[in-house]
């Protein structure tokens, strides 16, 4: 720490302090001889006393001097600073100014967004360096310019700065500035961090960039680098916000017949209870059309809770094309404004069709109920559901078996080779099989060697009746298609689903366990093979039929029972899976890669790309032949319309929705020692508003003023001054002016 004046020249008046001593000098009273024999007893006191009395003038004089002198100090305004050069607006500077423009900055307070708050003050902190200065900017979403800009020319950036859906950690923007600032020239250095310090714009996991160089650079004359991180906006606690977190079709496919349904996920983030509206449109975004409002609901939200809604699109979609949808919500004034809109793209297909092969009808009931609950001639549906026994495998189904989406093997016992040949040829080209393993599966003909080429693992022999029944495990691969919606409720499910008998296996053929039960035996295994089209086969070790009768030798398990909702969600699932339905993917986060089929030898020469706003056109290189549209990183949140021109006057409508990553809706501060961990604990100075800013700023470029503890010191010395001063001006007991005693003869005359 150095010592410093700010009006140095006043530190002069100090000699005021020597006012008292001149005083003292040419005003002292000459002693005048007084002869009173009666008097020789006080002089003896008073020669006592003489020293005592000259100690007590002593303090007072000093006290005097120092007053004065401290009252002309204080005039000078003294400060204790650090290595920063000291001075006033004028030291040319190296300013850094890092910018969160995070989504979560969009927060309105007082009807003005935080980033437009960071603006304000970051223009505040460039008007009080000289036009001499190099401003350092950098912000979360784009790399910084290594090159400083003029005050006027940062003034410019900063105006045009917006949030973005897509921003990099902004350990990497304040590396990029320290670099900057260091190696600039300029006698004075500061980096300001303007930011709400949610923790999705930080990586937690590491300190920011550039400490390194920043403590180096403090170790030369002058090299100090002061950080100011600005925390801007309410704390968490003070958040109000709405948003819609989930939109989804349900069963993973949409049908040209029946209305598709559509589920939303309406969340609040805040302390009070909401109510809201909720609106759902389809259409739009090409030029000249408006997005249709096809339904609304109201929804009540306690704190901190959420709300399910439920719409329908209009019946018989066209086949072929990209659908639109969005659900919006509305009602009330919501601060932050990016989450309240969220879409889905999605093509409508013919229902599905779906082989069911069984030796009994019953041991098909289950599955055939699961995928279409109200079969019927002409009846709209997802899933056409079609029923068979293994010898009309080769007879009925050879040529078109290819068309079906799925194929259940349920609980057959014999195949011959050139049904299970059909199969394997089948699953090769992209298709999709289950085999539900139960009593009358033999394994001399499941073990064969054309079921081995395809079948995830081979059959030893059924587990014996259990006295007691036993239970499913838990998933094994929570990342699994077929399990990630719901892992915590299917664990919960199967932990309690009654077990009694399943196929114990000789060594995989080639597959992975996706479930087991509960003691770790396979229930579930997956084998895939790479081909045009992934094909897939699943295979259960125990039945995809209930027997009630638990005393029934065919009883081996309550997997198909009402009682349960796991049966039917996870067959619904599996067949969109199995055909591959679910990789045709349109709905995409921003900033991840969207990846357009665009069809089996399908061939490109041009790509025309539409962002939300119907102005945004890019173009895009043409993949090759056969190969998918990589659309890479898009940003803009909203519906997307991709144009592809073929060869001649071919030309294909294709679209995709981005949303805003979820995570910047649920805010998090980074606390006190999440900041220590960025910058170091004594490497920063946290500024909660605009006047901790300032204070901060001067104590930055001035440093601490000691003026407050000089005047408490002063205070304290006038008090010690008048305690020491007291006795000289005490009155003598007898009045003001106590007379000598008269003769009593005199008084008489």
Same mark, same amino acid.
């Given at each position: 720490?150095?010592?410093s ?7 002069? #008046? ?29 002089r ?5 006393s ?12 000093a ?21 920063? &050069? ?30 437009d708050? !960071? ?24 790399p910084a =310019? ?19 859906? %897509? ?8 590396g ?5 600032v ?38 030369? *004359? #002058? ?47 805040? =302390? ?10 389809? +259409? ?16 009540e ?29 509305? #009602? ?7 989450? @309240?809109?969220?879409?889905? =793209? ?27 609950p ?14 068979a ?22 609980? %057959? ?22 085999v #539900? ?63 009694y ?29 790479? +081909? ?29 029972n ?26 995409? @986060? ?13 061939? !490109?020469? @041009?790509?025309?790309? %539409?962002? &939300? ?9 043409? *993949? ?5 549209l990589?659309?890479?990183a ?10 592809? =021109? ?14 805003p ?35 901060v ?27 020491l ?15 000598? *005693? ?6 008489? !005359?």
């Open positions: 720490m150095e010592f004046l700010m009006h140095a020249g006043l530190a002069a #008046g100090a000699a005021m302090a020597a006012i008292p001593v001149l005083l003292h000098l040419f005003m002292r009273p000459t002693p005048k001889h007084v002869v009173f024999p009666a008097l020789r007893l006080i003896e006191r008073q020669k006592r003489k020293k005592k009395m000259r100690i007590k003038n002593w303090l007072l004089l006290a005097r001097m120092l007053v004065l002198a401290l009252m002309a100090l204080a005039l000078a305004r003294p400060r204790l600073h650090s290595e920063t &050069p000291l001075g006033d607006d004028s030291v040319p500077t190296a300013l850094g100014l890092v910018f969160d423009t995070s989504l979560s900055m969009g927060y309105k307070q007082n009807d003005r967004t935080l980033l708050l !960071a603006k304000e003050r970051a223009l505040e902190l460039i008007d009080r360096v000289p036009d001499s200065s190099l401003v350092f900017t950098a912000d979360s979403a784009s =310019s290594k090159t400083g800009r003029s005050p006027a020319a940062a003034r410019q950036w900063i105006n045009d700065l917006a949030v973005h859906a %897509v921003n990099r950690p902004l350990n990497i923007a304040v990029e500035v320290y670099e900057a260091v190696e600039c020239d300029r006698p004075r250095r500061e980096v300001y961090v303007l930011s709400d310090l949610a923790k999705t714009s930080w990586d937690l996991g590491r300190p920011a960039e550039g400490l390194d160089k920043v403590a180096k650079a403090g170790e030369t *004359p #002058g090299g100090k680098v002061a950080t100011v991180v600005l925390r801007l906006g309410p704390p968490a606690a003070e958040r109000e916000n709405v948003s819609i977190d989930e939109m989804e079709i349900p069963s993973g496919v949409a049908s040209t017949g029946d209305p598709v349904e559509v589920r939303g996920l309406v969340r609040s983030h805040g =302390s009070k209870p909401a109510s809201r509206v909720v609106e759902f449109y389809m +259409g739009g975004v090409e030029k000249g059309q408006q997005p249709v409002k096809k339904g609304q609901t109201t929804v939200i306690a704190p901190g809770g959420q709300a399910e809604v439920q719409f329908f699109t209009p019946p018989r979609l066209k086949e072929g094309e990209v659908h639109r949808a969005e659900l919006r919500v509305t #009602g009330a004034p919501d601060p932050l404004a990016f989450d @309240d809109a969220r879409y889905i =793209s999605f093509q409508a297909r013919p229902p599905m069709k779906v082989l069911v092969v069984s030796d009994l009808d019953d041991d098909a009931d289950f599955v055939a109920l699961a995928l279409d109200e079969p019927g001639a002409g009846a709209a549906r997802t899933y056409q559901v079609v029923r026994r293994g010898t009309e495998l080769t007879t009925k189904y050879r040529d078109s078996l290819k068309d079906h989406a799925a194929v259940f093997l349920l609980d %057959v016992a014999v195949l011959d080779d050139s049904a299970w040949g059909l199969l394997n040829a089948y699953v090769h080209e992209g298709g999709g099989l289950v #539900g393993a139960g009593v009358r599966c033999r394994p001399d003909n499941y073990n064969g060697p054309i079921p081995s080429q395809i079948l995830p693992a081979q059959l030893d022999a059924p587990t014996p009746t259990q006295p007691n029944a036993a239970t499913f495990g838990k998933v094994a691969d929570v990342t699994h298609p077929l399990f990630d919606r719901y892992v915590e409720g299917y664990d919960s499910q199967f932990s309690i689903m009654p077990v008998k399943y196929w114990k296996l000789k060594t995989p053929n080639a597959g992975r366990t996706l479930l087991t039960f509960a003691d770790g035996a396979p229930a579930l295994l997956e084998r895939t093979f790479q +081909g045009a089209r992934t094909g897939r086969v699943l295979m259960w070790t125990t039945p995809l039929a209930r027997r009630v009768q638990r005393s029934d030798p065919a009883a081996w398990n309550e997997l198909p009402l009682s349960y909702w796991v049966f039917p969600v996870v067959m619904n699932l599996t067949v969109p899976y199995l055909s591959g339905s679910t990789g045709e993917k349109l709905v995409f @986060d921003a900033g991840e890669d969207a990846i357009l089929p665009l069809g089996p030898g399908a061939a !490109a020469t @041009d790509v025309r790309i %539409v962002g &939300p706003d119907g102005k945004t056109t890019e173009a895009a290189t043409p *993949p090759p032949a056969g190969e998918p990589k659309v890479a898009p940003q803009f949140p909203g519906h997307w319309i991709v144009v592809v =021109s073929g060869p001649g006057d071919a030309k294909k409508t294709l679209g995709f929705s981005l949303n990553p979820g995570a910047e809706s649920r805010y998090a501060e980074l606390e006190k020692g999440d900041l220590d961990s960025l910058f170091g604990k004594d490497g920063y100075a946290l500024a909660g508003d605009d006047k901790a800013l300032k204070k700023t001067e104590l930055i470029r001035v440093g601490h003023e000691i003026f407050p503890w000089i005047m408490f010191l002063i205070l304290i010395l006038v008090t010690a001054e008048n305690y001063a007291n006795p000289f001006y005490k009155e003598p007991a007898g009045g003001p002016t106590a007379a000598p *005693p008269t003769a009593p003869a005199q008084a008489a !005359a």
